[in-house]
């Protein structure tokens, strides 16, 4: 049933006014062709967008950082509201198990790369849209490269590293960035790097220690939750084009979804902040990206690394490959072999042999164990599990070994017939 008010405003002549608009050469917005005017009617209905409004929309470049879950909302938005330009930095491949959340990409696109997927459907959404395809990881070596030609970055990265560096950039280049983060059930939104406003960094000066967070492969998350966050940072994103309305500049938006609630908390800039800050405060050390501490680009999804610091006791733990495993275990080899992830994860796929002890009750189960026996620690990437075998080495086990890649290297390596997730 259409509204009384809406027929009305279809029947007035809605077009007169915008065509009093002067194109001079002081004024270079773009113009809007007619099939333009009618996709665009509803933005130009609105006083706070309009035509002049439409037309800066159009004239806008917007670099999203990945086409994955929060990417494929942003992606998708700002196609369908005509931002001019839409820059993608993606270098993933589309897999069956992104679909419940990265809506930008189908079915029939598992096993596409994501920017091909992507293209194909925000060129069905609006072919208007120039796409400016980089088909890489975005690092310290193409950040400032990648991001300069842009006026405002969308970060839809996933892990620490990137979204450190996403922020690092978006400073040093004065780009606002429209973050947004998901985990499980809960997600962050603001606005960092706008003008005498706050970056991520006053809030979190460092990424955490490899190892801490959660493997991106490994965290679950509600499929709709990116949808939730990455379409706020649509909105944010539009309204900075547009300069209307206030924008999570200095406020961060925390969404949790099980209780539907939604609150902001004030984000202050902190003079100290290594790359927003001021020198006088001690702030600023961070003046290109090569100032900062080179370990960045290892903590990618939390992966610890060979050269992980080794107080932690991650030097006296051995990693094994999958095939190296299966070898040991064809062998006969003595040792326990441990499952640290969570039971539904069990309940999905394990390798024979195994017996479950996820990593939250590791603690206590171990105090159990004869500490001299060798353990062979699992779980799906291998994250998990090297922070189950540094709670063991710190207990004073001394034969503590890692299965480097979890069970997706062992699905891969030595049993594709298992199940996948
Ligand atoms: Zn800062």
Redesign the pocket.
């Known amino acids: 049933m259409k509204c009384a008010w809406l027929a009305a405003s279809h029947a007035r002549d809605q077009y007169d006014w915008y065509n009093d608009m002067p194109m001079t050469a002081a004024d270079p917005l773009p113009t809007l062709n007619s099939e333009e005017i009618l996709r665009y009617s509803r933005h130009l209905l609105l006083d706070e967008v309009g035509f002049e409004g439409q037309r800066r929309i159009k004239n806008a470049r917007v670099l999203l950082i990945g086409a994955g879950g929060l990417g494929s909302p942003t992606a998708l938005y700002l196609a369908a509201a005509g931002v001019g330009t839409l820059g993608l930095v993606d270098f993933d491949i589309v897999d069956a198990s992104n679909l419940h959340r990265q809506v930008l990409h189908g079915t029939s696109d598992v096993g596409r790369s994501k920017l091909d997927s992507a293209r194909d459907r925000i060129r069905d959404v609006n072919p208007h849209v120039h796409l400016e395809p980089f088909n890489t990881r975005f690092d310290a070596g193409n950040a400032l490269e990648i991001l300069r030609d842009f006026d405002i970055v969308v970060d839809g990265t996933d892990n620490f590293a990137t979204r450190y560096l996403t922020n690092d950039a978006a400073?040093l280049l004065g780009k606002p960035n429209a973050f947004g983060c998901i985990f499980r059930f809960e997600g962050q939104a603001s606005v960092?790097g706008a003008q005498n406003g706050?970056?991520?960094?006053?809030l979190f000066r460092e990424p955490p220690p490899a190892g801490l967070i959660p493997n991106c492969a490994e965290a679950g998350v509600l499929g709709v939750l990116p949808g939730l966050v990455g379409t706020i940072q649509a909105v944010e994103t539009l309204k900075l084009i547009l300069g209307i309305g206030e924008p999570l500049i200095g406020r961060l938006l925390l969404i949790e979804s099980l209780g539907m609630t939604f609150r902001t908390i004030t984000v202050r800039?902190?003079p100290a902040?290594?790359?927003?800050?001021d020198a006088a405060a001690g702030?600023a050390t961070i003046r290109s990206l090569d100032d900062r501490a080179a370990d960045y680009d290892d903590v990618t999804c939390g992966v610890p690394t060979a050269n992980s610091d080794s107080s932690n006791g991650a030097a006296m733990i051995r990693e094994i490959s999958a095939t190296d495993l299966a070898a040991r275990i064809t062998r006969g080899d003595d040792f326990d072999l441990v499952d640290v992830r969570e039971p539904a994860e069990w309940a999905i796929v394990r390798i024979d042999g195994a017996r479950l002890v996820p990593l939250g009750t590791i603690g206590d189960a171990s105090n159990e164990w004869d500490r001299s026996r060798e353990v062979v620690l699992y779980c799906k990437a291998g994250v998990r599990s090297m922070n189950a075998a540094e709670q063991l080495v710190r207990k004073g086990f001394t034969n503590v070994t890692n299965l480097t890649g979890g069970i997706v290297s062992w699905t891969n390596d030595v049993d594709p017939s298992l199940q996948r997730y």
């Open positions: 400073v960092f706050p970056c991520y960094r006053c800039r902190d902040c290594p790359v927003c800050g702030g």
